[in-house]
């Protein structure tokens, strides 16, 4: 991801960028926060993340960062997919929503951490007022 990708629009920003699978120009909202940890905006053609190899090895970086701060998981692009994924699931955020951001063409694809978000299910159930119903 280069710095001609992050767009700044007021208090919002995104990062444009070329889905493989379809090839077609897609773009990501990011929160202030996400913003904040990216820094200061450099030359456009310039990596946003310098120590990150496009490509096989990008899981050996984030496993060295990860390292380096103590997180004490084995974190891989893969995983951190699918933990925003659930996150944003767990936290309220619909499915499509969800669908959109990970750039799935089919919904089925994402109901897949769906799934796994089974205390939204008992929520749920707990949402349903109780009726005045005598027996």
């Known amino acids: 991801m280069t710095w001609k990708e992050v767009r700044d629009e007021g208090d ?12 077609g120009v ?5 929160s202030k926060q996400a913003r904040e940890l990216l820094g200061e905006r450099q030359d456009p053609q310039e990596r946003v993340f310098k120590g990150l190899k496009y490509g096989m090895t990008y899981n050996t970086e984030i496993i060295r960062w990860c390292n380096r701060a103590a997180v004490p998981k084995h974190i891989t692009f893969h995983s951190a997919r699918h933990t925003n994924a659930v996150l944003l699931l767990e936290n309220g955020a619909d499915i499509y929503t969800v669908s ?4 799935h063409r089919e919904l089925r694809t994402t109901q897949i ?12 159930a707990e949402i349903i007022p109780e009726l005045n119903i005598e027996l």
Do not use: C, H, P
Not at 15 to 22: D, L
Not at 113 to 123: G, P
């Open 12 to 23: 919002v920003s995104r990062v444009n960028f070329r889905q493989e699978k379809t090839d």
């Open 26 to 30: 897609e773009y990501l909202y990011i």
């Open 113 to 124: 951490y769906a799934k796994i978000v089974d205390s939204k299910m008992k929520e749920a």
């Open 100 to 103: 959109k951001r990970l750039g």
